[in-house]
């Protein structure tokens, strides 16, 4: 028994990072209808402005914070840069994903020349090393932090969507850019604090994800793109909760494929699992995406 | 006059006896390491300033007259595709001698045929699966295969520790892994071992908290993986985290030894056994001056990879030396072949006749954060 509830605290703990970065994804992909396949690197990117915060010794809410910012400024910079410049002139959305593609790999690169290719760790420290034994279930305090944070992060995120005029300004822009404009939402302004918000969450899961298994690599953005766009057709395209929800589904599913089957069948069964979703409820689980467009 | 025609009369008598030994002859040698690519780079990186480093002192001590070896660096990336393309552009447009690397195994499964075909030598440094050499009597390596070392790690292991049963864990996906695994198993069988749990992972996997929670249940005495550096960094701490004590010992591949390894693991990785043919502070001049020399160029410390490619180096400039050139290509293969007792980093370095290396193999534990030899506890 106590192996079983170990694996769903294993399985909670890697999902909680999957939900962060997958409430990004979901603002770009499902809400903006953008396709940014350069999400990954704002991940990767995130993981490295939390690592030199750490090593500069801010205690771990302030990196946390430095890697929020810092992966929502390579939101903005990315929405300048490729997107908007390609909207103005007109390009289809394909241009977007390549761009986005090359930009991706490009920070790749550059996280290459300035952070060398090896994995890198965060420093040690309290909440790296406290862990609690309850019947026999090892629970670390990182592991209880990342669930808190996660939650607290879907609940603003939620809130800021539905309440704010901010997330009015976004669900409008999400409807018709058009209809935007005529009721007088700044629509490039709207669409430059989404991807804020985007990156940023992004950033946030990768110093997160970075901490819990201390990897930290210029690659390390690479599976997790997949892994977010997984979860976002899990949840449903464009549905916060359902994205939180779609990431613990992940996490939980491939830690048990990985413990009761083999870890060859993982992926596998992750992306099976989503077939059979899909089939039976062609809009992801949660979604109520089509009534929210309307 | 007289005298300018006779010496040259001489001159070109003495080439054409020895047309290998021409003065002042330019030797490209090519690099293969993956210096880019995730975890393949630590190895590689590690491959590559050591052989540089060789190179650089080979060509400044006037070791091989007034030859000089030109050194030709190209990463793979740890992709085979890559290291193919590389070893066809290295051997049939830049014509080099002999092949430094290529970092991975499987790179070397898919590349070295290349080089065996075109009669070109290649002198691996890290590659450490079964059957390398096999590939043909161009191929060489300076890396001890994991059978050449494990057996020793676990007769020590066992002993101190009274091992009854052990859990093993693997990367599924890589070839090296999966050989290690096989020799850890044969080990583990021979010296009576129970393996009570064998689990695995796949490459640029992070989260191992599922399959060491179902070592943590089946309760193991030892677990052994069969990782590289950073795999087997993290298994090692997350098996800490998840409350796997201290009091289980972990043993590793030796393709796991490397310093990022115990950095990674932290005060997790605290008494993690290996096998190695090299440790920093090996009691030998030769090594002294190695660390010293790579020390101050690189900034950083070398590790067994580094050692052996600095061998490999070695070996390939003595053989040269020996063979006067590097013109009879045959002649050249069998001075390489002939290495005996070579002055190397990590002891006296030959070669059998499976162009496998010969060292003599040391058991390492973590401690304080670096790989020491038990022996010296």
Known sequence: ?294 | MKYVALSACVALAVASITPAAAADEQIKVGIVQATSGGSAALYGTMGKNAALLAIDEINGSGMLGASKLVPIYEDDAGDRGQAVNIFQRLIFQEKVSVIFGPTLATSAFAADPIAQKAQVLVIANSNTAPGITAMGDFIFRTSPPEAGVFPGVLRYAKKKFNLKTAAQIYGIDDTLMKTAYGVHKKALEDEGIKIVDTETFQKGDVDYSAQLTKIKGANPDAIVIGGLAEESANIVRQARQLGIPQSVPIMGAVASISTKMAELGGAAAEGYLVGSTWYMSYDAARNKSFVEAYRKRYNSDPDSFAAQGYTAVYAFADAVKRAGGVGDVKKLRDAVAATKNLDSPMGPFSFDTDREPVIDPKVLAVKDGKFTPVTNE
């Open chain 1, 1 to 294: 028994m106590s192996v079983f509830l170990q694996q769903v605290v294993n399985g909670i703990s890697l999902g909680s990072t999957y939900a962060v970065f997958a409430m990004g994804c979901t603002l770009i992909f499902g809400v903006l209808n953008i396709v940014n396949m350069a999400q990954g690197a704002f991940f990767m990117g995130g993981a490295y402005f939390g690592l030199e915060a750490a090593r500069l010794g801010l205690p771990a809410p302030l990196a946390l914070l430095v890697a929020l910012v810092g992966g929502g400024v390579l939101g903005v910079l990315a929405e300048l840069v490729i997107f908007r410049t390609l909207r103005v002139r007109g390009g289809h959305r394909w241009m977007g994903l390549v761009a986005s593609l090359a930009l991706a790999r490009m920070m790749v690169g550059i996280a290459q020349e300035i952070f060398g290719t090896q994995v890198q760790r965060y420093p040690a420290s309290t909440l790296l090393d406290t862990a609690w034994d309850i019947d026999g279930v090892r629970i670390q305090l990182l592991q209880i932090v990342i669930l808190v944070v996660s939650i607290v992060l879907m609940a603003l995120l939620a809130l800021t969507l539905q309440r704010s005029s901010t997330g009015r300004a976004i669900r409008t822009v999400a409807y018709s850019e058009d209809v935007a404009r005529i009721v007088g939402v700044p629509v490039g302004r709207t669409i430059l604090t989404t991807f804020f918000l985007a990156g940023g969450l992004a950033g946030a899961a990768g110093m997160l994800l970075g901490n819990l298994f201390n990897v930290v690599s210029p690659f390390m953005g690479e599976q997790m793109l997949v892994k977010g766009l997984t979860v976002i057709i899990l949840g449903g395209l464009g549905n916060v909760p359902g994205a939180v929800a779609g990431g613990f589904l992940l996490g939980l599913v491939e830690v048990f494929s990985v413990a009761y089957v083999s870890s060859s069948f993982r992926d596998a069964i992750g992306f099976g699992l989503i077939f059979l979703i899909l089939l039976v409820k062609p809009t992801g689980l949660f979604s109520r995406f089509e009534e929210r467009r309307a």
